[in-house]
Each structure stands twice: as C-alpha cells, then as structure tokens.
C-alpha cells in the first residue's frame, strides 16, 4: 500500500456569518479550496479525485450533490470522479479515510478532501432539527427540544451511574478549550468576553441547556470548512525534491481507525452494560489506530484532536483513548495534562468548544490542525515539539467514530 501524505491545506474563519455577509455554500467550497490548493503549492489539474464530508447541506441550505462544485471552482476538473460522505458529525474523517483508500490502492495518487457545512443560516430550533437528522428519527430524543444536549446528557448520567462525575471537570474542560482558542485565529470564540463564574452551575451565567449539560458545555453552531490535499508517496517525494525539503518532514498519515454502532444510543449503552467503559467500538477505533502506526500508548503521541461537541464527549475520549483508567478522566483534568502546556495537550486548536464545529467539517480540520502542529506551523496555538498527533472524531452518539494518527519522521 502506498503512504498518504498531506501536501497542504487550509480552513476558513470559523468566526465568520456567511449568509450575513450575503455568500452561499459554493463561495466557502471556492475559497477553502483555493486556498488548500495555494498552500499545497500545486497545479490544481493535478488533482485526479475530489470528496466531499457534509451532514446536512441538504436541510440547512436546499444543497446537494457537492461533488459538483470542484470543477466550477477549476474547469480543469471537468471530469474526474468526486463523491459526497455522510456520516453526521463524523463526515469529514469518512471522506478522508475514502481518499486515503484511493491512493492506497493505486488508483489516484492526488485527492482533494473538503469537509463543509453552513449552519448559522436558520434560527437556533431549526438548526436543532436539522442537526437532528443524525438520531433514530422518530425512536430516540422524541420529547425534547434540543436532540443532542439530551442525548448528551443521558451520556452524563451513565457516567455518573458507573464512575461519579463531578460538573468541576467538565467545566474545567470547557474553560481549557475556549482559553486553547484564544491562540487560534481561526476561532470562533477567539474574542469571546467570560464573565467571572460563568464556568460555574450558575442559571444565569451558564443556563441549563437539557439535565446537565449548560450552555458553556456545548460545541458551537459554526459556519466552516477546511480542505487538504492528499497524495501518493510518489507525489510526496517529487514534491519534496522540487522543494528542496526531506520527504521525512512532510506529515503522513500513519494510523488510522474506523468503527460503527447501532444508531440508537441506549442500544449502545445495553451493549457495555456492566463495563467499565460505556463505548467499547470507540475505544477500538482508537486503539486500531495506533496499532496501525505501530505506537504502543496514546502517550506516546504528542496530543488530541478529539470530538467535544459537549465536554461529556471530551471526558468520555479521556479514558477510552486510554489517556486514563475507565472512569477516571477527571484525573487528567484535575492534573493539568490536558491543558496546552501540560503533558499531553488535548484540543490545543480549541476543540469544537472554542474553535466551533462545522459538522462536516470537523474531521477534515482536526486532520489539517494535525498536520500543522507536527511541521511547526500551529502559530501560537504550537504543542512544542509535536511530531506525532491523533484525532478521535465521532457522528451521532458515538453511532460512528474514526481516528487518524499524523506525523512526521519514520
């Protein structure tokens, strides 16, 4: 099989209103994907197969079949196979992982990855409905008003049944990743104003949302995407010739994992009913992974991109990633090693919390963060010393989860 690497990318300001400022989803695919190709450094004929990861475009913006808009924004395009992958909030790491098997098998050897979303266009109970899609329609989260806190925070209560959890930890993990997208200019809370004690069970300052899970718990309603280039060890090394640089120095993917379970989340929870952990097929998914990169421990990568749509979802990536013991995320919290100069820094982007969540973008934009942390180009936002990093992305209520380990070197 031939090695992926990912010659370039970029993402847009997830800070940014597009339909304010009077743009449809066309104009963020065009510009994300001049821009990737830009910093990619080459010719966009090159590009020999395109993907697409969006959840809901269909919903939120009447759009479908995307994989039509590469070759309006190159003519040259004209042409080449592109599809679209769905997968709710995991869309972006199924089209990674879609590329990555084009070029593994020979038959490409440069994909154009694009995970997207428009999100900000329709009121906040709409946008709730839509996003809605991704639950057992009609079978789960029927007697509600937002789907995914209530999911979310049936998630909480089975930890706190199982292990304890206190609201400490998970609002320490919000503050982290809003404090982590301080540094990161393509944040969208990176001018965020907290008042003091907004971190706290305060009704006022941090109103429940469904149960447990506040306000400040919450990944945030983005408009965004991101775009990389990925390409063929024989693409890489031309490239690094051309560049003069070594092709050890260029990231590649080196791991990855992809795991599914059934839709409805109390069936999940059935099936680990006794266990230590709630989401076994989570765990392997990142376990696959770093077998796959021939890494013995999480510890022994460089940091996480993971999925915390709510902070539940961080604290649950914690343990099962095998950073802690089943049910003792709360340790890595209380210690620091979360924190972006602790031992292992987790969501040093800001994580969906603090940099925002464009659902099918995320898994693509975690993978672009990766591979900015281990060349050295993070800005301020930069682990010191990062070579190897790995992103936990997961859709629905862990219904599908994949993790792909970035690095660079051998």
């Known amino acids: 099989m031939s090695a992926v690497y990912l010659l370039g990318g970029a993402q847009t300001d997830f800070a940014r209103n597009w339909n304010r400022e ?26 020999e197969v395109g993907h697409v990861g969006n959840f809901v475009a269909d919903l939120f ?22 599809s679209r992958h769905e997968a709710a909030c995991a869309s972006g790491s199924i089209a990674m992982l879609s590329a990555m098997r084009d070029i593994e098998a020979g038959h490409y050897d440069v994909a154009c990855v694009l995970g997207i979303e428009l999100m900000r266009n329709v009121d906040g109970k709409t946008g709730a409905e839509h996003l809605g899609a991704a639950v057992w329609h009609g079978e789960e989260a029927t007697d509600c ?11 909480s209560a089975e930890y706190e049944q199982r292990h304890g959890l206190k609201h400490e ?32 069970e305060d009704d006022k300052l941090n109103p429940v949302i469904e149960g447990r899970v506040r306000k400040l718990d919450c990944g945030q309603i983005t408009d965004g995407a991101a775009c990389v280039l990925l390409v063929s060890e024989k693409v890489a090394k031309e490239h690094a010739q051309k560049n003069g640089i070594q092709l050890s120095d260029m990231p590649k993917i080196k791991g990855w994992g992809h795991r599914s379970a059934p839709l409805l989340l109390e069936q999940k929870l059935k099936l680990s009913e006794g266990q230590p952990l709630l989401f076994p097929h989570a765990a392997a998914t990142i376990t696959d992974a770093l077998r ?113 380990i970035v690095g660079v070197g051998d």
């Open 292 to 404: 796959r990169a021939d890494v013995a421990q999480i510890n022994s990568l460089d940091g996480l991109e993971t999925h915390d749509c709510f902070t539940i979802t961080e604290y649950m990536a914690l343990d099962h990633c095998g950073l802690t013991a089943p049910g003792e995320s709360w340790k890595a919290v209380e210690e620091g090693t979360i924190e972006a100069d602790g031992a292992f820094p987790v969501n040093a982007s800001g994580g969906l919390i603090g940099l925002g969540h464009p659902v099918g973008a995320t898994g693509v934009r975690m993978a672009l963060d990766c591979a900015r942390q281990v060349t050295g180009k993070a800005g301020a936002a930069q682990i010191s010393g990062a070579q190897n990093m790995i992103t936990f992305n997961l859709g629905g209520s862990t219904t599908t989860c994949a993790s792909l």
């Open 22 to 47: 009077g743009l449809d989803i066309y104009s963020m695919f065009r510009e994300v994907m001049e821009a990737a190709v830009t910093d990619a450094n080459i010719d966009p004929a090159r590009i």
């Open 169 to 200: 930890h998970l609002a320490r993990i919000a503050e982290v990743n809003f404090a982590n997208a301080k540094r990161n200019p393509h944040a969208q809370s990176r001018d965020w104003l907290f008042p003091s004690g907004c971190f706290s």
């Open 61 to 82: 913006c009447g759009q479908g079949l995307m994989g039509g808009f590469f070759a309006h924004v190159f003519p040259e395009l004209n042409g080449i196979p592109t």
């Open 145 to 155: 008003d937002y789907p995914w806190p209530f999911l979310f925070d049936r998630i």
